[in-house]
């Protein structure tokens, strides 16, 4: 059964930064795409950025060129680089990975951000 470990989550201020760790039971190649999402209390999950197989990236445009897709293959790790946070960044963010159209989650890890 693959599993999708998140950690990095915390409290930050306006401005700083975190990164999310994905870490996957099995090796990161077997899945078409891998990505992020996210849900803030009383809205839908969103998606916030996904990667490839290939390496192509896409991120949701309230993210863009502040938050950053990056990988580890020997780790089979994904992460998620959150720059110039801002507080509607706040939201629990998911690790996200699909393999034949079957979608797989983390636990979620919980990103505060607050003065």
Known sequence: ???????????????????????????IFSFSVMGWYRQAPGKQRELVATMT??????????VKGRFTLSRDMAKNTVYLQMNSLKPEDTAVYYCNAYRTGWPYWGQGTQVTVSS
């Not at 915390?10 to 930064?17: A, D, I």
């Not at 290939?54 to 309230?62: C, V």
């Open 1 to 27: 059964q693959v599993q999708l470990v998140e950690s990095g989550g915390g409290l930050v201020q306006p401005g700083g930064s975190l990164r999310l760790s994905c870490a996957a039971s099995e090796n």
């Open 53 to 62: 197989t290939g390496g192509a990236t896409h991120y949701a445009d309230p």
